[in-house]
């Protein structure tokens, strides 16, 4: 995972300021996160009359470095 974030390297922020926020970017984490996978909404369908919700088991890493 190092080497690959590595690779793609920062953000520029002369590009796109708004890229370069972590608040950006954990909004974009958690909607992602919140959107239902097609497992989910097959499990959904299938036990409609007997689970309320599919959980979802996702993660979120934030990885800073503060200066």
Known sequence: MMAALAAVGPP????????CSVLHGL???VESLC???EYQH???TTLMDTA?????RG????LTNAK
């Open 52 to 56: 309320d919700r599919v959980a979802n």
């Open 59 to 62: 993660r979120i890493i934030c």
């Open 42 to 44: 097959e499990s959904r």
């Open 35 to 37: 959107k239902i996978t």
């Open 12 to 19: 520029n922020p002369r590009q796109d300021p708004e890229c």
């Open 27 to 29: 909004v974009a984490a």
